[in-house]
C-alpha cells in the first residue's frame, strides 16, 4: 500500500511537470513580446527594477528600442547583444550560464542533489538499526530490580 501511494505521488508529479512545461503556443501581441524581453533587463538609473517594471526616461527608451528591434526582425539574441555593448553586462538581470557565473546555476542544483542523497542515505541507516530484543537474562535482571525496590 505504502509502494502504491508514492508511485501514485511520483506519477502526479511527472504529470504536472510535464503539463508544466508545454510551451505556450498561444499567439503574443507585440507590446506582449516587448514586455517579456524588457523584464530580462535591468533599468540603469532604477534600482531593482526590470526595464518592463520602470517608468524612468531611460528605461521607456530601451522599451521604444526593444520594440522598434522586434518590429524589425531581429532576434531576442541580438536585442541582448545590443543591450549589453550599449550597458554593459550588468544590464541582464538573469546571467549567463557559462564561465563563473555558471556556478550561480550549477551550485544550487548540486546543493540540493547533495542533501537528498544524505537524506536518502540518514534514511537508509536509521533503517538498518536493528531492533531492540529482551533476553531472558534482562527480563530476570528487571525482575530482581523490581524486588529489591520497596
Given amino acids: 500500500m505504502r509502494r502504491w501511494s508514492w508511485l501514485v505521488m511520483g ?4 504529470g504536472a511537470l510535464v503539463i508544466g512545461l508545454q510551451p505556450d503556443d498561444t499567439a503574443r501581441t507585440p507590446e506582449e513580446r516587448v514586455f517579456d524581453v524588457a523584464s530580462g533587463y535591468k533599468c540603469p538609473t532604477c534600482r531593482s527594477q526590470s526595464v518592463a517594471d520602470s517608468e524612468a526616461p531611460s528605461a521607456k527608451a530601451i522599451k521604444a528600442e526593444i520594440a522598434r528591434r522586434l518590429e524589425a526582425g531581429q532576434s531576442e539574441q541580438e536585442i541582448r547583444d545590443y543591450l549589453v555593448a550599449q550597458f554593459g553586462e550588468e544590464v541582464v538581470l ?11 546555476w550549477v551550485i544550487p542544483v548540486v546543493a540540493v542533489a547533495l542533501a537528498a542523497a544524505g537524506l536518502g542515505l540518514a534514511f537508509r541507516r536509521w533503517r538498518r538499526r536493528p531492533s531492540v530484543t529482551v533476553s531472558d537474562d534482562d ?5 530482581a530490580a523490581r524486588a529489591e525496590d520497596p
Fill in 139 to 143: 527480563r530476570r535482571r528487571v525482575a
Fill in 11 to 14: 506519477l502526479v508529479l511527472a
Fill in 94 to 104: 538573469t546571467p549567463s550560464s557559462s564561465g563563473v557565473t555558471g556556478l550561480v
